[in-house]
C-alpha cells in the first residue's frame, strides 16, 4: 500500500481567522515579528489543506485530496509531506508520470524521506519497471535500517520479476528485522509453496499459527499445501479450522469439497459446492467443480448450467470450456462439443487434454482431422503434465482442480496417455495407415502395458494381415490384462473365465498362469498357486510375470536361495522393472549379501523415480532419485536425474550442482550430458549448449530428447540446416513435436 505523509494537528479554524485578523493590523517598527506570524500563519493554513487532502485520501476521495493538496501547496511549495502525499493521489487516480514526478519532487527536497521511496518504489512497480522499483526500494532500506517496509518491498518487487529466490531472501531479511510480522510470514510461506518447496512453506505458516491461532488465510495456505503433498485427511482438518475462524471463506469451502470429491465423497464434495455457491463471491471455480459433480451423478443438464455460470464469471478458462464440451459430448452434441474443445486449445494450446477430446468427437465424422489432434495432444504431453504438476500460482488460489494434480495415481495418468497413443491408433486404422497404427500401438503398450484396448487394436490388424498366430497371441494378452482388472476389483470369478479365453486363444500365454497363481494365492491356495507357475514356465520360461511371480511367491515361503534365481531371470527379461529390483534386493537382504542389496535397492528406489518423473510427479522423484544417490553416492546417473527435476522445476542453482557433480563421476553420462545442453540452452548460451548435446547422442545415438534439444538450440543459433536435421532424428525415434516448431523450421529462425 502507498503510504501518506504524518501530519501535526493544528489550531481549528476558527482560531486560524483571528489569527488573520490580528496579523492584518501589524506594521512598522515591529516587522521581524510580522514576518515571522505571516510565516506562520501560511505553514498553519498550508497545514489545514494537508489535513484536509490527507482525510480526503483516507476516505478514497482522491479528486478532492489533489484539491485541497494544491491549496496548500500554492501556500508552501516547498514540503515533501505534501509532494509524497500529491503523489499518492495522482496515483490512485491513476496519472502515474505526475506520481512519480511528485515523489521526485519530495525526495529532493528531503534526500532521506524513505516514506517517499517506498511510494515510488510501488508505482515504478506497478508500471513494471522493475530496476527503478528495486533502486527505490534499496534506498528505503538504506534510510530505514532497523526496518522490514524497505525489505518487503524489495520481496514484492523481485516476486515479480518471478527472481523467486531473491524474493525469498528478502522476505527472509525483514523477518530478521521484524519477527513479529505474521503477514510477512505467511506471504514467505506462499513464495516457498509457489516454488514448489512444501515442507518450508508448512513451516512457515505453522510459525505464523503460532504466533495466531485465529490466521484464517494461514489455516487455509497449510491445507493448501498439505493438499500439496497428498495429505488430504490433514487438509481437511486445517480448511475446517479456516473456516471455523472465517466461515464466508469461499476458497476454503471450496477447496474442502474438492478433496472430497478426489476422494469419492460425491455427497460430501456436492454439499460443499452448495455451499460455497450460495456465497455472492463466490469463484467461478467453484461452479466449474459443482458441474464436475453433477456431471458424475448424470445430472447433465444442471452440470450445463453450472459451467454456463463459471465461464459467464471469467470467459478466459481453458478447462471451462473442456468441461462444457464434455458436457455436449454426453448430451451427444458433437458439433457444439467440438466447438467448445476449440475454444479450450484456443485459450491454452498446452491442453493436452483438450486436444484428445477434440479427436475423440472427430474421430467418427473427419479421421484426418482426429489425427491431427491426437498427434498434438501427445507432442504437448510433457509440457502439459509439468504444467498441471507445477502450477503452483493464482490457479491453485483461486481453488482450480489442479491442487491435486500430483495426487493422482501414476498408473492411471501414464494409462491416459497410453490412451492417446490408442487412439491415435485407432484413427490410424480408419485412415488404412496400418503400419503407423501398429507402431502406435506398441507405444501405447510400452506406456502402460496393463491396458487391453491396444493389445485386441493389434490383434484385428494381425488378423487383417492373415498372421493369425500373431493376433491370438495379441489378443489372448489383451484378455489377460481384462481378468488383471477384475482380479483388482475382486470379481474372481470373471478373471477366471478371461483367463481361460487367453489360454485356449494362446496356449503358451504365461502372463495368464502367473495371474491363475495369483488368483489361487488370494484363496488362499499356495500349493495351487505354486502348481500354476511351474506350468507355465514349462509353456513359457521366458515370461518376465511368471518369472516374477514364482520368485515372490517362493521368497514369501522364506525359501531365498529358491527364489533368487528366479528374480535374476525375471530382471534379465525385464531389466527396468523397479518391482523386480526391490523383491531381488529383499532376498540379498535375507541371505546377508548386502553390497547387492544396496546396488539393486537404490536401483529400484530409481526406477520408482523414473516412473513417478513421467507421470508428472516431480516431488516423489525427487525423493525417490534422492534415496538412490544416498545409497549409491558415486552413480552419476542418480545424481543427473536429481538434476533434471530440479531443472523442470525452475531451479537452474541446484540442477548445475547435481550435474556438475555427475560429470565429476562420468563424464560420459549421458544424461548429465543432456542436462548441461538443456541448461545453458535455458541461459541461451546456445553453443555450448550444442556441444553437450552431441556429446550426448555421440554417447547414445537413440536418446530422442537430446536430439529435440539440439533441434530447437541449433533453430535459436540460426543454423535452420541443422535443426531440420535434429528434428527429423528426433521424429524417428518417436518425439512428436510441435507443429508450431515444425513450421518455424522453414521460416526464418527467430532472434534470441
Known amino acids: 500500500m502507498l503510504r501518506i505523509g504524518h501530519f501535526v494537528t493544528w489550531k481549528s479554524l476558527g482560531a486560524l481567522a483571528m489569527a488573520g485578523v490580528i496579523l492584518s493590523g501589524c506594521a512598522g517598527k515591529h516587522k521581524p515579528s510580522e514576518e515571522a506570524q505571516i510565516r506562520a500563519f501560511l505553514q498553519s493554513s498550508a497545514s489545514f489543506y494537508l489535513q484536509k487532502g490527507t482525510e480526503a485520501i483516507n476516505a478514497a476521495h482522491y479528486q478532492e485530496a489533489l484539491t485541497q493538496f494544491r491549496q496548500a501547496e500554492a501556500l508552501t511549495p516547498y514540503d515533501p509531506v505534501l509532494q ?45 519497471q522493475y530496476d527503478y522499483a528495486l533502486a527505490a526500494a534499496a534506498k528505503v532500506v538504506q534510510y ?72 484464517a488465510i494461514a489455516y487455509f495456505n497449510l491445507g493448501n499445501a498439505l493438499a500439496r503433498k497428498c495429505l488430504l485427511e490433514d487438509a481437511l482438518y486445517h480448511y475446517d479450522k479456516a473456516l471455523s475462524s472465517d466461515p464466508e471463506m469461499t476458497p476454503a469451502r471450496n477447496n474442502h469439497g474438492l478433496i472430497h470429491l478426489f476422494m469419492g465423497r460425491i455427497d460430501a464434495a456436492l454439499s460443499d459446492f452448495y455451499r460455497a455457491v450460495t456465497d455472492e463471491k463466490a469463484l467461478p471455480a467453484v461452479h466449474y467443480n459443482l458441474s464436475i459433480v453433477q456431471s458424475r451423478l448424470d445430472s447433465l443438464p444442471q452440470a450445463m448450467a453450472s459451467i454456463e455460470r463459471a465461464i459467464a464469471q471469467d470467459s478466459s478458462v481453458a478447462n471451462f470450456y473442456l468441461q462444457k464440451g464434455l458436457i455436449l459430448e454426453d448430451l451427444n452434441h458433437p458439433d457444439e462439443a467440438a466447438a467448445a474443445f476449440h475454444r479450450a486449445i484456443a485459450l491454452d494450446s498446452s491442453l493436452s487434454s483438450g486436444y484428445n477430446s477434440l479427436g475423440n468427437v472427430l474421430a467418427g465424422i473427419d479421421p484426418v482431422r482426429a489425427r491431427q489432434a491426437y498427434e498434438k495432444a501427445l507432442a504437448n504431453y510433457d509440457d502439459y503434465l509439468m504444467q498441471r504438476f507445477a502450477r503452483t500460482g493464482k490457479a491453485i488460489d483461486r481453488g482450480y482442480f489442479d491442487l491435486l494434480a500430483a495426487c493422482r495415481d501414476n498408473w492411471q495418468i501414464s494409462a491416459d496417455h497410453a490412451m492417446v497413443y490408442n487412439n491415435l491408433g485407432k484413427v490410424y486404422i480408419r485412415l488404412n495407415q496400418y503400419d503407423q497404427a501398429v507402431r502406435t500401438f506398441f507405444k501405447a503398450i ?55 479365453e487367453a489360454i485356449r486363444l494362446h496356449p503358451a500365454m504365461g502372463s495368464a498362469y502367473a495371474l491363475i497363481a495369483a488368483i489361487s494365492q488370494r484363496q488362499g491356495n499356495a500349493r495351487e498357486a505354486e502348481t500354476a507357475l511351474k506350468t507355465g514356465l514349462r509353456k513359457d520360461a521366458e515370461n518376465h510375470a511368471l518369472r516374477f511371480a514364482y520368485g515372490q511367491l517362493l521368497a514369501r515361503q522364506n525359501r531365498f536361495n529358491e527364489a533368487r534365481p528366479h528374480l535374476l531371470k525375471a530382471l534379465t527379461l525385464q531389466p527396468n522393472a523397479a518391482e523386480t529390483c526391490l523383491a531381488l534386493a529383499d532376498v540379498y537382504k535375507n541371505i546377508g549379501e548386502r553390497a547387492r542389496y544396496d546396488s539393486l535397492y537404490a536401483r529400484g528406489r530409481y526406477l520408482l523415480g523414473n516412473q513417478a518423473e513421467e507421470t508428472g510427479a516431480l516431488d516423489q522423484a525427487l525423493q525417490e532419485y534422492t534415496i538412490a544417490a544416498q545409497l549409491q553416492p ?15 522445476k525452475k531451479m537452474p542453482a541446484e540442477a548445475e550442482n547435481y550435474l556438475t557433480t555427475a560429470l565429476q563421476h562420468d563424464n560420459e553420462n549421458v544424461l548429465a550430458l543432456y542436462g548441461m545442453g538443456w541448461l545453458l540452452g535455458e541461459r541461451k548460451h546456445y ?66
Request: a neutral charge; proline letters at 3%.
Open 687 to 752: 553453443a555450448e549448449a550444442i556441444a553437450y548435446l552431441r556429446k550426448a547422442t555421440a554417447r547414445d545415438s537413440t536418446f530422442a530428447p537430446a536430439y529435440q534439444a539440439l533441434a530447437v538450440n541449433s533453430y535459436f543459433a540460426g543454423d535452420q540446416q541443422n535443426a531440420r536435421f535434429y528434428s527429423q532424428r528426433a521424429r524417428e525415434l518417436g518425439i512428436i513435436l510441435k507443429q508450431e516448431f515444425l513450421q518455424s523450421l522453414q521460416a526464418e529462425p527467430e532472434k534470441p
Open 84 to 128: 509524497n502525499n500529491k503523489g499518492v493521489a495522482f496515483y490512485h487516480l491513476g496519472v502515474m508520470d505526475s506520481a512519480l514526478h511528485s515523489y521526485q519532487t519530495a525526495v529532493r527536497l528531503r534526500p532521506d524521506y524513505a516514506r517517499a521511496y517506498g511510494n515510488m518504489a510501488r508505482t515504478w512497480l506497478d508500471i513494471g
Open 144 to 215: 530505514t535500517p532497523a526496518s522490514a517496509y524497505g525489505h518487503i518491498l524489495r520481496a514484492e518487487i523481485h516476486e515479480k520479476m518471478e527472481a523467486r529466490d531473491a524474493a525469498a531472501q528478502a522476505y527472509r531479511e525483514a523477518l530478521d528485522l521484524e519477527p513479529q510480522l505474521i503477514d510477512v510470514r505467511n506471504n514467505l510461506g506462499v513464495l516457498y509453496f509457489r516454488m514448489g518447496q512444501l515442507d518450508r512453506a508448512i513451516d512457515m505458516y505453522q510459525q505464523v499459527l503460532a504466533r495466531d491461532s485465529t490466521f
Open 446 to 500: 510400452a506406456l502402460q502395458p496393463e491396458l487391453w484396448e491396444p493389445y485386441e487394436n493389434l490383434a484385428v490388424i494381425r488378423f487383417a494381415q492373415k498372421r493369425d498366430a500373431e493376433g491370438k497371441k495379441m489378443m489372448a494378452q489383451g484378455r489377460v490384462n481384462r481378468a488383471g482388472a477384475a482380479f483388482k476389483m475382486d470379481s474372481l470369478a470373471a478373471a477366471s473365465t478371461m483367463l481361460q
Open 634 to 648: 558415486f552413480e552419476a546417473q542418480y545424481a543427473a536425474s536429481q538434476a533434471l527435476i530440479y531443472l523442470k
